[in-house]
């Protein structure tokens, strides 16, 4: 099948090679002409794992194509996909002006009958606006061209998305059209194979969809931040009341580990989004509020403890920085834990020093050239010298450390972990003062 893809972020450049391995001839298209110049040299702008040799490898097959022409790719096939940014808004609701530019295009451009696939994540109604743009430019025109909306929302995550896109859990597609139901699970069939994961239903509940499943797993992530934060009061451990819930089939051990906070480009902006869809309902989604509220506080967490550590007195002090993605295995550093916790130092007049093993190009694009910010060669020339060691991300490469080597070689033996990626005996035995999340410590 013929597809073109808008929009060559995670979730489109992903969803475009991903279908053109398994043999669609797929158009990716984006306003970003640099980024469309760098593709076309091979180069893979975002850090994905597996990304860059599934581009390549398909780019040279000649199945996967870049351009900036966006006529061309709605003439180019039947399936369009939108998979731009819908980035939140001061009012926290989502800014669909991407997703409004690509229908106008289409609109403009369409020459004949088009599927248009709504993958970005979008409040409910969006179809219907896109529906509307795309009919409204056609009337324009003159012209009459068949064409329907439909949603499929994207459910991969950073780290994992190629996993996740060739191995659904699920593959929504909302439409009230059996014909347009049938040309997506055609264009599905080869991710579609070990058991039927599409689940079909009207556009409205499949927007809805996305949201609630993010809405829920960032709830679960509050929930037991806040935990965290009674057990840490009542000298509990967090992680033993998480094996002792998880253990409960209904609840599971899956998705419920405390830390510094949920960040990235989605959990943040689409609770905010659906609580503020929510109000324009005339419905107030106080779960939701209270959820971004707990994550807010809980972003303050690990400054709060090393004030603590250090009585307040942060001034002129190294802080040395273990991750600064909002989770491993990916480069992705939009609202994450690391970026509340440095600009709260910088504040305080302290210094940061940090690693990670593949989001450093993404501080120097945030924060650019500054005194106060410098970027190790690894972890653990971050942490020589440092006043205190902090940890915002599990990557897998911080969870084996030498604590005997930690203790010499920091100025002061504090460690803060936002990820409770150690024994708190284990540390503490070598000397070091340990500060976790929820685990019976006072600071
Ligand atoms: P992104 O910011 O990484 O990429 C968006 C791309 O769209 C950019 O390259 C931008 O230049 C391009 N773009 C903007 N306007 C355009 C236009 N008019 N025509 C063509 N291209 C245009 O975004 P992303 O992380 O890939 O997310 C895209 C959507 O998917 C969002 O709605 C997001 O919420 C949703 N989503 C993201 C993830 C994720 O993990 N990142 C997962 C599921 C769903």
């Known amino acids: 099948m013929k597809l073109s893809i808008f929009g060559t972020g995670y979730v489109g450049l992903v969803t475009g090679a991903c279908f053109a391995d398994v043999g669609h001839e797929v158009l990716c298209i984006d306003v970003d002409a640099g980024r469309i110049a760098m593709l076309k040299e091979g180069r893979v702008p975002i850090f994905e794992p597996g990304l860059r040799e599934m581009v390549v490898r398909n780019a040279e097959a000649g199945r996967l194509k870049f351009s900036t022409d966006a006529p061309a790719g709605v003439r180019f096939a039947d399936l369009i996909f939108i998979a731009v940014g819908t980035p939140p808004q001061h009012n926290g609701s989502a800014d669909l002006s991407h997703v409004l530019a690509v229908a106008e295009t289409i609109g403009e451009h369409i020459d004949g009958y088009k599927i248009v696939v709504g993958k970005s994540t979008v409040p409910v109604g969006t179809a219907d606006r896109v529906e509307a743009v795309i009919a409204a430019a056609l009337a324009r025109r003159g012209a009459t061209h068949g064409f329907d909306v439909c949603s499929n929302p994207e459910f991969l995550k950073e780290g994992s998305a190629i996993e996740d896109f060739t191995k659904p859990a699920r593959i929504i597609i909302g439409s009230e059209k ?115 509220r707990v994550n807010n506080v809980q972003k303050g967490v690990l400054f709060r403890k090393l004030e603590q550590a250090f009585d307040g007195d942060l001034k002129g002090r190294t802080i ?80 084996v450390v030498d604590f005997a080597w930690l203790k010499a070689n920091l100025k002061s033996p504090v460690i803060i972990d936002g990820r409770n990626l150690y024994d708190p005996e284990d540390v503490r035995r070598h000397g070091l003062l340990y500060y976790a999340v929820g685990r019976g410590d006072s600071v």
């Open 178 to 292: 059996e014909a347009v139901r049938k040309k997506l699970q055609e264009c599905y069939a080869p991710y579609n194979r070990n058991h039927d994961k599409l689940i079909s239903m009207d556009v409205r509940s499949a927007e809805l969809t996305k949201y609630a499943a993010n809405a829920m797993l960032a709830t679960k992530i509050s929930f037991m931040n806040e935990m965290a934060n009674i057990a840490e009061r009542l000298g509990a451990d967090i992680e033993e009341v998480r094996q002792g819930i998880g253990s409960d089939p209904r609840i599971g051990y899956q998705f419920i580990y405390p830390g510094c906070g949920y960040g990235g480009s989605c959990f943040p902006k689409d609770v905010r989004a659906l609580a503020h869809t929510a109000e324009e309902a005339g419905f107030r989604a106080e779960l939701m509020e209270a959820v971004e």
């Open 320 to 399: 040395a920085l273990w991750g600064l993605a909002f989770k491993p295995n990916t480069d992705d550093m939009r609202d994450a834990p690391s970026r509340t916790l440095m600009e709260a130092l910088w504040e305080a007049g302290a210094s940061v020093r940090a690693f990670d093993p593949e989001a450093m190009t993404e501080a120097r694009r945030h924060y650019g050239e500054r005194l106060d910010l410098s970027l190790a060669s690894g972890h653990l020339d971050a942490a020589a010298g440092a006043d205190a060691l902090v940890i915002c991300t599990e990557w897998k490469q911080f969870r």
